[in-house]
């Protein structure tokens, strides 16, 4: 709104004062955002009537402005106006240029009728008032009709472009916390990760995934790391349980209703999200206890007779036994002694102890796998390259036939857009090959796991509990045993392993032939 300060009158007036106001005039103009970009502008409108003012001998005393949308009431320089009109119940005229600029909804009709004030259209060469014809009255009601039913197609061609978008995978909306909006070649917004908060986003999955962290020891993690809104503000507890909830961190996302594929790059593995759902689920639909204590295995074993969580509690100050919550009801599962539960542990660990000998021969395999495997990539990669020198020729060629006339445009365009499809092609491929960790690190895995499996019950609570939150898939105790699952690769080195010693009583590591291991 731009406001002009209008002549102070008492409250006493004689009758010339008020026919002289009679001629003063409220001038009201507005675009949207998406006329601006098109090149409508305010003072354009501004021109036209103050013009109209000057032939009509009308003296403007109030301008207001509006330049967003009127989808909604309640914008701010027409509710300012009306408040003027009320204000000064002298003036009683409005310009505007148009219908569809002063009001696209019956609310606004109703408002600026109730004023009783002369609207004079300008564009449309229509006053509307109080003395109007009904037939005008009628005639403008429709263009009120009109207008709403405008912005009502409006509304649901840009719902209808929104869920396009999503069903393409592009993200529908302001980039969440971790992501920002970008646009890409094409014209297209897309998200990519913040460079900043992206990372911590990750961090943030990594640590309550661990099971070692609860919301309000996070958000002081979290705050303690330095993350913060864009603003620089403390991210709450309730918008972080609110971030770990999010699909669109592991690659997916939700809109109205549905769930879609984003093509946006993840910051975190569908197993950690995954992971972090367990564990919320079971904090909220489990009710685990507050822990006081340093629990090996509370919320690594769930209740083999109802599903629940089993949970550690010290009896006698000093001795441990777990039993189940009982969230669902009473159960019938008796408490029982962590020792008795970690020597069971021990037993199915050392299951994927792999003997040394086996380990040097799986070392070996793994790194002659990897050579030849980066080798064909390689080899791969420098093709698509080739493929891409090739293709650049080509076009190259063409576009100087195009030059020296020939092949004409229509020809050209054709076989140009196929190269460059074919080019797009490789440039995604070469783009989207990831980079091979080192194999080394696979090996290492391996090796440190079946040695801390070895010593399990030689470890201290938090490495027990870390060890099998690495190679557990789920854990269950009914009547005094133990059934747990193994993640991959873990759970093929079990297989393997009895295999073996079914074949053969023992594998002591110096066996030459190991084709039952494998």
């Known amino acids: ?18 026919e002289k ?23 354009a409108q501004q021109e036209l009537l103050r013009s109209y003012a000057a032939q009509a001998q009308i003296r403007i005393a109030e301008e207001f402005v509006e330049a967003e949308t009127a989808k909604t009431t309640g914008r701010p320089a027409f509710a300012a106006m009306v408040s003027y009109f009320k204000l000064h119940p002298a003036y009683r005229i409005l310009l505007v240029e148009k219908t569809d600029r002063l009001y696209r909804n019956f609310k606004d009709y109703l408002t600026i009728d109730e004023l009783g004030v002369d609207v004079h259209l300008v564009k ?36 209808k472009g ?3 978008k999503a069903a393409q995978g592009l993200y529908p909306s302001f980039a969440p916390l971790g992501y920002l909006n970008i646009g890409s070649p094409d014209g297209k917004r897309v998200i990519v990760p913040d460079p900043e908060l992206g990372p911590m986003i990750a961090r943030l999955f990594n640590w309550f995934a661990s099971g070692e962290y609860s919301l ?14 864009r603003s620089g503000h403390k991210v709450p507890t309730s918008t972080l349980h609110r971030i770990l909830r999010k699909r669109i961190y592991m690659g997916e996302f939700d809109y109205a209703g549905k769930n879609y594929q984003g093509i946006h790059e993840p910051l975190v593995t569908r197993e950690t999200w995954e992971r972090v759902q367990e564990v919320l689920d079971g904090r909220h639909a489990k009710k685990h206890r507050k822990m006081t204590h340093d629990f090996a295995f509370s919320g690594l074993v769930d209740c083999g007779h109802c599903g629940c969580s089993m949970v550690g509690e010290i009896k006698k100050g000093k001795y441990i036994y777990y039993h189940c919550t009982g969230y669902h009801g009473k159960c019938a599962e008796p408490y029982t002694r962590e020792q008795k539960l970690a020597q069971q542990f021990a037993a199915r660990l050392r299951e994927i102890v792999i003997p040394s000998a086996v380990l040097n021969w799986l070392q070996e395999e793994l790194v002659a796998s990897d050579v030849s495997e980066r080798a064909a990539r390689e080899q791969a990669r420098r093709r698509d390259h080739a493929e891409l020198d090739r293709l650049q020729s080509r076009l190259d060629v063409l576009y100087d036939d195009r030059l020296d006339g020939r092949i004409d445009a229509g020809t050209y365009d054709r076989k140009a857009g196929e190269i460059r ?57 009914q009547g005094g045993e133990l059934r ?19 074949k053969d009583s023992h594998l002591t590591g110096e066996e030459a032939d190991f084709e039952n291991w494998r």
Do not use: C
């Open 21 to 43: 106001d009679a001629r003063k005039a409220v001038l009201y103009a507005r675009v949207s955002s998406k006329e601006q970009e098109q090149g409508y502008s305010i003072p």
């Open 421 to 477: 499809r074919q080019q797009d092609h490789l440039r995604r491929r070469l783009g989207e090959a990831p980079e091979l960790p080192p194999i080394s690190q696979a090996v290492d895995l391996i090796a440190i796991t079946a040695k801390a499996a070895d010593l399990f019950l030689e470890r201290g609570a938090a490495e027990q509990r870390k060890l099998l939150r690495l190679v557990l898939d789920g854990a269950t105790w």
């Open 1 to 18: 709104m731009t406001p002009s300060t209008p002549g102070g009158e008492g409250n006493r007036r004689n009758p010339q004062a008020v």
């Open 484 to 502: 747990m699952s193994f993640r991959e690769p873990f759970s093929q080195l079990r297989l393997s392993n009895l295999e073996s010693r079914t």
């Open 216 to 229: 309000k020891s996070l958000a002081r993690k979290a705050f303690d790391e330095g993350f913060r809104f």
């Open 124 to 159: 449309e060469n229509v006053i509307i008032g109080q003395d109007s014809r009904s037939a005008e009255k009628f005639m403008h009601g429709i263009k009120v009709l009109m207008a709403k039913n405008y912005i009502d197609n409006l509304r649901e061609e840009v719902a």
């Open 162 to 164: 929104l869920h396009t």
